[in-house]
């Protein structure tokens, strides 16, 4: 149900470091909204210095763009948490600053998004969605979320 997506430029991230960010996105996206971890995913995509602009100027140091796309339907509030907390995560992660951190949050109506092969339920009606699944996809995300 949300997805975010690690850019990263000028610098390298290692297998240990994606992980380790992974998992703090996938926690701090359960703890906050409530939603079960299973269903946060994290992408990683190694961009090159020079395809990135700011304000039309060469990117000259390294940066991490983070967009999480979301289901519509929480405050404001959680959403301010949501950012605040995933900035510290990649600065513990990488050890960048605050300003070499970009971080955005989307909302998608749930009705547009599919996952694990159903359209997705509102906020706050996962249990019921989680129960018309096969039990094979039950299976998965209850070790998925272990």
């Keep these: 149900m949300a997805t975010y997506s690690v850019y990263f430029a000028g610098l390298s991230l290692t297998t240990h470091q994606k992980f380790t960010l992974a998992q703090a996105i996938t926690k701090i996206h359960a703890d906050i909204t409530g939603a ?3 269903f946060a995913q994290v992408i990683f995509k190694s961009l090159d210095m020079h395809d990135c602009f700011i304000g039309g100027v060469l990117l000259n140091e390294p940066h991490i763009f983070l967009n999480g796309q979301i289901r519509i339907g929480r405050s404001e509030q959680i959403k301010k948490q949501l950012l605040v907390e995933l900035e510290i995560a990649i600065q513990t992660t990488t050890c960048l600053a605050g300003h070499q951190i970009w971080a955005y949050i989307d909302e998608i109506t749930p009705g547009q998004m599919i996952e694990y092969g159903q359209i997705l339920p509102a906020v706050g ?3 019921v969605w989680f129960s018309t699944l096969p039990s094979s ?3 998965k995300l209850n070790y998925l979320n272990s």
């Design 36 to 38: 079960e971890a299973y």
């Design 125 to 127: 009606d996962d249990g």
């Design 137 to 139: 996809i039950q299976k």
